[in-house]
């Protein structure tokens, strides 16, 4: 929305003011002081570390197992480290200051959801759909954990914004930098890139578009490469995502794959909605039922209107999710792209004759479903708020706490240990860390620590691995520590 006058200019910085003020309580719903057991925040941390320290981004102590890809990649690309490593810089590992920077990080993709959503709907509602996003409970959860979503988020609708507003090659520019970013955190940035070249070539080819912009087109997937490239290959070393992700991929099952994730993510979607709403809760059910059919309609009236960028970009980034065989991440590989989908909801919500009838004006009745929704929220955020403060399950509990410190200070540096979280052993001891697959029968997991030369292993029974239960119980070896129910074992020659 191109905005001119005095009056214009005060009305848009009221509004940004409006919503800056709405988004600021999140700099304290649950910023915590612990971590859940997750292994991705380790290692980013422990690259964050790295590049603070000049040390290789490689040097994680993850012990790749090619025959458990899906555990993690051997490094991650160096974007969210990039993100994180001003707060080391200054205040060491303090999870509590990294929640509050990743706070600060969700408070301007606020920002930049709100233009998102200014570009369709009135001031008003566009202020509902981002608190529909920013203060849904699940958001407000995913807040507190260390992961690369938030800051992608925010480089995406940068790119996008930047390429579909602006209209010299000086905003091409920037959208190339603000992708280039998203493509140095997250591989799927390649869905952007992939996004923008297919909406200015197919534009051009049926002369919806002109040569001016094909060539923005070509300045910002160019300069958004070259980045990517810049950081990741060159300057930090890291492999090309073709590289960290090959292994998880089994293409003759590529059509099974398809089918199972899109049942899943559907699924996903329609779980961003589940909400807390006790004897209320056929209210949410038909909330998420609703949001799923308006989201599907409206996708399909904007495809049939001509596709967009914002089409091409969701297109190609849900492609990507739909043949990677991963069913695992809930909401967060979605959450990107949720200002979108809101798009498409609200434009299949659009798509119905409301006021033939009703006789409400549209934005009154788009005003009225958001209101809806958020008067749904308030029990998960208190939820939420309650138990901010307690410890959770993971590596600040008292036990591993002892456990890392045990192998910190007892057990020589270049040991490999077992673990159902290498990642986060690895971060915490400065040992190296490695996995079984968690189906694996005590005899594969036997011979996988055989090859490696392994001799020890940490038992936490509440992380789920039976195939290294199964070993345990199957192959005696000699108790270390223990403390409650978390054990460190050292495996006895020939046994």
Known sequence: MKLSGQQHKIGYWGEILLMLGLCLPLLWINVRDSHDWGGDFAMYLQQTENLVSGAPQTSTGYVYNEAYPMLGPKVYPVGLPLVLSPVYAVYGHDLQAYGRWLSLWLIALGLLMYRVFRLQVSALSAVLLCLIVLYNPWTLQFKAEIM??????????????????????????????????????????????????????????????GQKALIRGGIAVGIAWLLSFLLNRLIFSIPSGSELYQNHFDFASTGQTILHNT?????????????????????????????????????????????????????????????YPYQSSGFRFLFPMIPFLLVYAVEGFEAISWAKIYEVPRPALIFALGLIILLQYPKGIQEVIHYQDVIQGGPQQATPKAAFHFIQTQIPEETVITFTKPRVLAFYTGRKGFCNPPDDTAEEVKASLEAKGIQYVLWEPSLHNPGLAAFLKEYPIEEVWKKGEMVLYKKLENR
């Open 148 to 209: 690369s979503e938030i800051p992608f988020g925010v480089w995406s609708l940068g790119a996008y914004l930047w390429f579909v507003q602006g209209k010299s090659n000086g905003s091409a520019v920037l959208a190339g930098v603000c992708g280039g970013m998203a493509l140095a955190t997250r591989s799927i940035g390649l869905a952007l890139l992939v996004g923008i070249a297919l909406f200015v070539i197919m534009g051009w080819g049926r002369r919806k578009l």
């Open 263 to 323: 049942a899943y993510y559907f699924t996903v979607l329609e779980s961003f909605f589940r909400l807390k709403m006790g004897d209320w809760r056929f209210i949410a059910v038909l909330t998420q039922a609703a949001l799923l059919v308006f989201t599907v309609i409206g996708g399909m009236n904007r495809w049939m209107r001509g596709l967009r960028l914002l089409d091409w970009w969701l297109l190609a980034y849900v492609g990507m999710l739909l043949v």
